[in-house]
């Protein structure tokens, strides 16, 4: 994943800098500074990048001929839906049937 990458794909699941950094576990700086392509992360931070922005509904394209690019993984229609679903809450109980 490049920088360029990371900004496009924090843009299509619609996060903040501050957003990403947190569900990374990154600090905000960091995610600036590879954005601008002003510094490169560790290959451990950059891993943590990615891993988030995938759970948050981006899919990275390797490069295939075209080049590389991200696209959502899921319609934005899906993206809500998960997320309205994820934050319903409940009781939480085992989904073992005797």
Avoid: H, Y
């Avoid at 576990?25 to 392509?37: C, P, W």
């Avoid at 490069?63 to 991200?70: I, L, R, S």
Wanted: net charge negative; with cysteine.
């Amino acid at each position: 994943m490049t920088g360029p990458q990371c900004r496009a794909a924090r843009a299509l699941v619609e996060w903040t800098r501050e957003l990403l950094a947190q569900n990374a576990g990154v600090d905000i700086a960091l995610v600036e500074a590879f954005e601008r392509k002003l510094e490169e992360p560790s290959a451990g931070d950059r891993r943590k990048l990615e891993r988030a922005l995938v759970a948050g509904g981006a899919l990275f394209i390797p490069e295939n001929g075209g080049g590389v690019g991200v696209r959502l993984k899921f319609s934005r229609a899906d993206v809500r839906r998960i997320a309205t679903l994820e934050g319903e809450g409940g009781a939480v109980a085992s989904d073992d049937v005797p």
